[in-house]
T-cell receptor
Framework: DQQVKQNSPSLSVQEGRISILNCDYTNSMFDYFLWYKKYPAEGPTFLISISSIKDKNEDGRFTVFLNKSAKHLSLHIVPSQPGDSAVYFC????????????FGTGTRLTVIP | SQTIHQWPATLVQPVGSPLSLECTVEGTSNPNLYWYRQAAGRGLQLLFYSVGIGQISSEVPQNLSASRPQDRQFILSSKKLLLSDSGFYLCACKTTGLREKLFFGSGTQLSVL
């Protein structure tokens, strides 16, 4: 049972434009959300996170938005750069399951120069 | 900051053969350690986690086992591999106090034939 879903396996965006990656979750107990970025043959690296007490968190070109009522979060990358091309994983956790991060299946972003 | 060493990067094993994947961590002490697996088309699934030497928790029943003989060493094993054990295996660590910010190794791509 996939509690965190990324329904778009791939996304292509022109350099300089906005990339929007989406993530949905089913468990209402999730209260902490993270985005990881993964290059080929490397492990995922932490990108940005958001707590459920917020609806937005920004770090440079990366912004994560959280809509708790819709159980939906999104990652915006503006402007997109070719070096952003990677697989992006959404992850979520709850206080009660603090030793487990639930991951989505990932979205492969390709930024076209 | 911590560094996670994981090897080998790729491994091809016949069905029924044993498995041993090793992960070592540098730059931190008493970390929580994790083994994740990504099977084709699936998100990252937590297999085992450890909060200390000799302490192993299993999240899903399977053909695999884990051990933590030293504070910064985490081993994933199997006595007899199955076809379904194929996947991308990732070791991760979390320093106590940082909620859910996992740091990942570079992963092992295991193909069981």
């Amino acid at each position: 049972d996939q509690q965190v879903k990324q329904n778009s396996p791939s996304l292509s965006v022109q350099e300089g434009r906005i990339s929007i990656l989406n993530c949905d979750y089913t468990n209402s107990m999730f209260d902490y959300f993270l985005w990881y970025k993964k290059y080929p043959a490397e492990g995922p690296t932490f990108l940005i996170s958001i707590s459920s007490i917020k609806d937005k968190n920004e770090d440079g070109r990366f912004t994560v938005f959280l809509n708790k009522s819709a159980k939906h979060l999104s990652l915006h990358i503006v402007p997109s750069q070719p070096g952003d091309s990677a697989v992006y994983f959404c992850a979520a956790s709850s206080q009660t399951g603090a030793n487990n991060l639930f991951f989505g299946t990932g979205t492969r972003l390709t930024v076209i120069p | 900051s911590q560094t996670i060493h994981q090897w080998p990067a790729t491994l091809v094993q016949p069905v029924g053969s044993p498995l041993s994947l090793e992960c070592t961590v540098e730059g931190t002490s008493n970390p929580n350690l994790y083994w994740y697996r990504q099977a084709a088309g699936r998100g990252l699934q937590l297999l085992f986690y450890s909060v200390g030497i000799g302490q192993i928790s299993s999240e899903v029943p399977q053909n695999l086992s884990a051990s933590r003989p030293q504070d910064r060493q985490f081993i994933l094993s199997s006595k007899k591999l199955l076809l379904s054990d194929s996947g991308f295996y990732l070791c991760a660590c979390k320093t106590t106090g940082l909620r859910e910010k996992l740091f990942f190794g570079s992963g092992t791509q295991l193909s069981v034939l």
